[in-house]
């Protein structure tokens, strides 16, 4: 126990309760060493709650949760072999693959999205990446939702440089792009594209002075090391990651990820704990899974340091809790949010 306490950074060392034993010089290229990573995976439930919620409150105001709306601008019909995927054209789901929306859809769901209380809009394209035709129309899509006042995201999937430029002068704030898993458990999900072109395509966003979004799913039959895994990998990109989605595996019918044992809750809780001490500075986001979790398991999400939920009844094909059900949960849970969600959305829809 002590020796591990004396190789967590800063952030983490604050939150120890014994008097750290004498430093050890950390490697240079790595902050958080993979064993460090798995140690904190290892602790006691409560201890690691503990030290997870204590870097919260070292880095963000109690109880502020970010919310942010997702829109599929391009749905199915995606060429990539993502075994977890419903939009993959290999896989028989029943998605049918879609064209690109006009801008006045992607608007009014904008206007909806802050209307109901959302900052952040994400606009995902079921794509391995955007062909040229395409760009002019997304940086559209970037400029207007801009424009209505909201933070705005995309993802993509792979970019080239110039790519990435288009999109940060269109006011693109963030790029998600998502390591998905460990290096070691790749290749048991995806053949179509290599993590280290995942790593390119994050190293083009840097570039281009966009903020990172990036994080990965877990519950696809990985070890709790690869789990580690994940996150040594977003905690040691330099800078690490300004948001950070943790992805609970959504099981869909017709993907090969179909009818895996499901992920121990406290598995998952676990991970956003882990992912908060060794990020602390940043979004933690309780991304997709959050209908099957049900409200004590998110209620542990939010102590171990989420700070942040896709808000809409959508994901991008499957569903997400209902909105009023999650302005029902941040009540009761008496957290609260940037927009202006309590006071001012539509109650009308929430029914009772
Ligand atoms: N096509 C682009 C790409 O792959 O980069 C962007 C959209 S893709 C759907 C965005 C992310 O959604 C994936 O990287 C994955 O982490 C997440 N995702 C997709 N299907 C999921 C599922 N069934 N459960 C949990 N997360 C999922
Ligand atoms: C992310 O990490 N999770 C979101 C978003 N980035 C684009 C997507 C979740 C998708 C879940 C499956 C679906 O709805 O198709
Ligand atoms: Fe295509 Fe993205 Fe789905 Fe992979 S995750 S199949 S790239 S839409």
């Given at each position: 126990?002590?020796?591990?306490?004396?190789?967590?950074?800063?952030?983490?060392?604050?939150?120890?309760?014994?008097?750290?034993?004498?430093?050890?010089?950390?490697?240079?290229?790595?902050?958080w060493p993979l064993a460090d990573v798995l140690?904190?995976?290892?602790?006691?439930?409560?201890?690691?709650?503990?030290?997870?919620?204590?870097?919260?409150?070292?880095?963000?105001?109690?109880?502020?949760?970010?919310?942010?709306?997702?829109?599929?601008?391009?749905?199915?019909?995606?060429?990539?072999?993502?075994?977890?995927?419903?939009?993959?054209?290999?896989?028989?789901?029943?998605?049918?693959?879609?064209?690109?929306?006009?801008?006045?859809?992607?608007?009014?769901?904008?206007?909806?999205?802050?209307?109901?209380?959302?900052?952040?809009?994400?606009?995902?394209?079921?794509?391995?990446?955007?062909?040229?035709?395409?760009?002019?129309?997304?940086?559209?899509?970037?400029?207007?939702?801009?424009?209505?006042?909201?933070?705005?995201?995309?993802?993509?999937?792979?970019?080239?440089?110039?790519?990435?430029?288009?999109?940060?002068?269109?006011?693109?704030?963030?790029?998600?792009?998502?390591?998905?898993?460990?290096?070691?458990?790749?290749?048991?999900?995806?053949?179509?594209?290599?993590?280290?072109?995942?790593?390119?395509?994050?190293?083009?966003?840097?570039?281009?002075?966009?903020?990172?979004?990036?994080?990965?799913?877990?519950?696809?039959?990985?070890?709790?090391?690869?789990?580690a895994g994940?996150?040594a990998?977003?905690?040691?990109?330099?800078?690490?990651?300004?948001?950070?989605?943790?992805?609970?595996?959504?099981?869909?019918?017709?993907?090969?990820?179909?009818?895996?044992?499901?992920?121990?809750?406290?598995?998952?809780?676990?991970?956003?704990?882990?992912?908060?001490?060794?990020?602390?500075?940043?979004?933690?986001?309780?991304?997709?899974?959050?209908?099957?979790?049900?409200?004590?398991?998110?209620?542990?999400?939010?102590?171990?340091?989420?700070?942040?939920?896709?808000?809409?009844?959508?994901?991008?094909?499957?569903?997400?809790?209902?909105?009023?059900?999650?302005?029902?949960?941040?009540?009761?849970?008496?957290?609260?949010?940037?927009?202006?969600?309590?006071?001012?959305?539509?109650?009308?829809?929430?029914?009772?």
């Amino acid at each position: 126990m002590s020796e591990l306490k004396t190789v967590l950074p800063a952030a983490a060392q604050a939150v120890s309760f014994h008097p750290p034993a004498a430093p050890i010089t950390l490697p240079p290229a790595a902050t958080w060493p993979l064993a460090d990573v798995l140690a904190l995976f290892d602790l006691p439930f409560n201890d690691l709650m503990f030290q997870a919620q204590t870097a919260h409150r070292a880095n963000f105001p109690a109880g502020d949760v970010e919310l942010a709306t997702l829109l599929s601008i391009k749905t199915g019909g995606c060429e990539e072999d993502c075994s977890y995927c419903p939009q993959a054209a290999r896989y028989d789901t029943g998605v049918e693959a879609k064209k690109l929306l006009g801008i006045d859809t992607v608007l009014d769901a904008a206007r909806q999205a802050k209307a109901n209380g959302a900052t952040r809009f994400c606009m995902g394209a079921a794509w391995r990446s955007p062909k040229e035709r395409d760009m002019e129309k997304v940086e559209e899509m970037v400029r207007e939702v801009k424009a209505l006042g909201l933070e705005t995201c995309a993802t993509l999937g792979m970019l080239e440089e110039g790519q990435a430029d288009r999109l940060k002068q269109a006011g693109l704030d963030y790029y998600n792009h998502n390591l998905d898993t460990a290096p070691e458990f790749y290749s048991n999900v995806i053949s179509t594209r290599e993590y280290q072109d995942r790593l390119d395509t994050l190293g083009k966003v840097r570039n281009a002075g966009l903020k990172v979004c990036c994080g990965g799913i877990v519950g696809m039959g990985e070890s709790r090391a690869q789990r580690a895994g994940l996150i040594a990998q977003l905690a040691n990109l330099n800078p690490y990651p300004e948001s950070v989605p943790v992805n609970h595996l959504v099981q869909v019918e017709g993907t090969p990820l179909h009818g895996l044992d499901p992920l121990d809750a406290f598995e998952f809780v676990r991970t956003i704990a882990v992912a908060r001490i060794t990020m602390p500075k940043a979004r933690v986001r309780l991304s997709a899974g959050r209908r099957q979790m049900g409200e004590a398991v998110q209620a542990m999400c939010f102590l171990a340091g989420a700070n942040s939920i896709f808000y809409g009844d959508k994901l991008l094909t499957t569903d997400n809790p209902e909105a009023c059900d999650d302005r029902a949960l941040l009540e009761k849970l008496g957290l609260v949010t940037r927009g202006a969600l309590l006071d001012s959305a539509p109650k009308a829809t929430c029914g009772g």
